[in-house]
């Protein structure tokens, strides 16, 4: 195998992972994590709306003098930090985007989410946009009608004993690169 297709291979390899890797948003792009001026309210509704999140991505919130509270839907609506599931107070917040789902998050002072600083993400699986769908064979002595698996059962649901998608998604990759391996060790070089 020659330089030049060593480094082709490994540019084709590099841009398959990169697809297949969680990507990183900053949260409100160039205006961060803050009060919104009075006619942009819903800066942070607008914004998540207009991007499509999935389980392996992040979210960067950049703030001073403030927090990042991750709460429930109940608490996203009225303000509510009192019960968070988590709160942040670094300025410089990572958040992984580990399930799918809702994430509901306000900031830590009520007054600034009163105002429109919060944000809710609906995060989607890579693999599994929607649930796939039960084939049922045709009825037959040689075809056994086995009854449709639970929703929890399907994979990615998070609540099955499986790993989900991203155990798909990893296994995929891993067996891209062991591919790309085995087959530039079976090439002669020079």
Not at 16 to 26: M, S, Y
Not at 124 to 150: C, D, G, K, L, Q
């Given at each position: 195998?020659?330089?030049?297709?060593?480094?082709?291979?490994?540019?084709?390899?590099?841009?398959?992972?990169?697809a297949?890797?969680?990507?990183?948003?900053?949260?409100?792009?160039?205006?961060?994590?803050?009060?919104?001026?009075?006619?942009?309210?819903?800066?942070?509704?607008?914004?998540?709306?207009?991007r499509?999140f999935?389980?392996?991505?992040?979210?960067?919130?950049?703030?001073?003098?403030?927090?990042?509270?991750?709460?429930?839907?109940?608490?996203?609506?009225?303000?509510?930090?009192?019960?968070?599931?988590?709160?942040?107070?670094?300025?410089?917040?990572?958040?992984?985007?580990?399930?799918?789902?809702?994430?509901?998050?306000?900031?830590?002072?009520?007054?600034?989410?009163?105002?429109?600083?919060?944000?809710?993400?609906?995060?989607?699986?890579?693999?599994?946009?929607y649930?796939?769908?039960?084939?049922?064979?045709?009825?037959?002595?040689?075809?056994?009608?086995?009854?449709?698996?639970?929703?929890?059962?399907?994979?990615?649901?998070?609540?099955?004993?499986?790993?989900?998608?991203?155990?798909?998604?990893?296994?995929?990759?891993?067996?891209?690169?062991?591919?790309?391996?085995?087959?530039?060790?079976?090439?002669?070089?020079?």
């Amino acid at each position: 195998m020659t330089s030049a297709s060593t480094n082709l291979a490994l540019l084709f390899l590099t841009c398959i992972i990169a697809a297949v890797a969680g990507r990183q948003f900053l949260v409100g792009e160039n205006v961060g994590w803050r009060v919104p001026a009075m006619r942009e309210t819903q800066l942070y509704d607008v914004w998540a709306f207009r991007r499509h999140f999935y389980v392996g991505d992040t979210l960067r919130f950049q703030y001073k003098n403030d927090s990042v509270v991750l709460t429930t839907e109940s608490a996203f609506l009225r303000c509510d930090s009192r019960q968070p599931i988590s709160v942040f107070n670094d300025g410089n917040t990572v958040i992984n985007l580990d399930k799918v789902g809702k994430f509901y998050f306000i900031s830590g002072k009520a007054n600034r989410c009163i105002k429109g600083q919060k944000m809710a993400v609906n995060v989607e699986s890579r693999n599994y946009p929607y649930p796939p769908p039960v084939v049922t064979p045709p009825h037959s002595p040689n075809y056994p009608i086995y009854p449709a698996p639970a929703s929890s059962q399907l994979p990615g649901s998070g609540n099955s004993s499986d790993s989900g998608p991203e155990a798909t998604v990893s296994i995929s990759v891993m067996s891209f690169i062991v591919a790309i391996v085995g087959l530039w060790l079976c090439v002669d070089h020079p």
